[in-house]
């Protein structure tokens, strides 16, 4: 059995703010903002879109592009942020109603920012022993809504945008195939699991007039100096392992890689990144026209490199990410 990716659709909010816009708000210089944070724009969701709304959208999209009738599809999995419409709340089943999913089940999986290669990974899984025959994946981010722009010790969330991405897999579809997906590889280092976190709203410290006055539902770091040191010694090589362990377990070795759909992150190391692997101005995109949109962003520089025709038939596509927790993650396509 072979897995298809077949449909890729996106949703952006027609909203955007400039990286200007977030240099006056900060205090930061936009040349930072802009050269060194890496974000000309970005999207923001207004108050009426919701995940969901966006994760529809994009949905519809996809199905289009994939050709398929939504009654076909046989799971919808959501992969994206965990700030959803509602908390304890399914995301995905509200989308399989809303499409006409009527004939799948409903799950959620949560890796962070490295949720697209891992849903990949999962669903590809699912559907060469599960049963499964057609997938649909949805990925939304506003967590724009919890940048704290008065914070310097959370800057390098300053990048967040909003929208949402859908993507159909399907098991022996060559005829309607954009790639094949191939293989994957993941890896966690969990001491950094409290370094990242909104302190309030959980069962820890649930929400309160108090929490909402000390400003406690917005990302914030306890340490961000330690983060960023103990950061800075394993993000390149868990990068580079997750890489070449995907590739190697799907028959490429590193030098392979034709496009490299990358997380969004500071401009200096996503150069860095593509210079290990060797990658010229074709074969990977720097988001900062949309800021990071977190497990949105493979599908983003993706439609994009199709749109601009940058993918030919046979091309290696190297889904690359990492999210707070940390894990990094990597999934292998092949174009067709």
């Known amino acids: ?89 399914s995301l995905a089943a509200d989308v399989a109603d ?6 799948a089940y409903a799950s959620e999986s949560y890796a962070l920012c490295a949720g697209a290669p891992i849903a990949l990974r999962e669903t590809k899984a699912q559907i060469e022993t599960d049963g499964i025959e057609r997938a649909l994946l949805v990925s939304a981010s506003r967590e724009e809504d919890l940048v704290d722009y008065d914070d310097p010790d959370t800057s390098f969330m300053f990048n967040f945008g909003s929208g949402a991405s859908a993507m159909v897999l399907e098991a022996d579809a060559d005829d309607r195939a954009l790639a094949t997906v191939r293989e994957s590889a993941a890896l966690t280092d969990g001491s950094f699991s409290r370094d990242v976190i909104v302190p309030a709203g959980g069962t820890e410290q649930p929400p309160s007039r108090a929490t909402v006055e000390q400003g406690l539902h917005s990302l914030r770091v306890p340490d961000h100096e330690s983060m960023k040191a103990r ?21 490429y070795d590193s030098e392979s890689v034709d496009f490299a759909a990358i997380t969004h992150m500071k401009r200096s190391f996503h150069d860095h990144l593509c210079d290990q692997f060797g990658l010229g101005a074709r074969q990977h995109l720097y988001l900062d026209e949309y800021g990071h949109v977190q497990s949105v962003d493979q599908a983003i520089a993706t439609s994009e490199a199709r749109e601009r025709g940058w993918l030919d038939a046979g091309d290696v596509v190297l889904f690359l990410a990492a999210g707070t927790g940390y894990t990094w993650a990597a999934t292998v396509l092949q174009w067709l």
């Open 1 to 89: 059995m072979t897995v298809h990716l077949t449909g890729l659709g996106l949703a952006l909010p027609e909203e955007t703010i400039t990286g200007a816009t977030i240099a006056d708000r900060s205090g930061i210089p936009e040349s930072v903002v802009t050269e060194k944070m890496g974000v000309r724009q970005k999207h923001v969701a207004g108050s009426d879109e919701q995940p969901s709304d966006l994760c529809v959208s994009a949905a519809r999209d996809a199905l289009d592009d994939a050709g398929v009738d939504p009654e076909t599809i046989n799971l919808v999995r959501y992969h994206g942020s965990e700030l959803k419409d509602h908390v304890v709340w």
């Open 98 to 103: 809303r499409v006409g999913a009527t004939n």
């Open 231 to 251: 950061l800075a010694e394993v993000s390149l090589s868990n990068f580079r392992t997750v890489a070449e362990d995907a590739l190697e377990r799907s028959g």
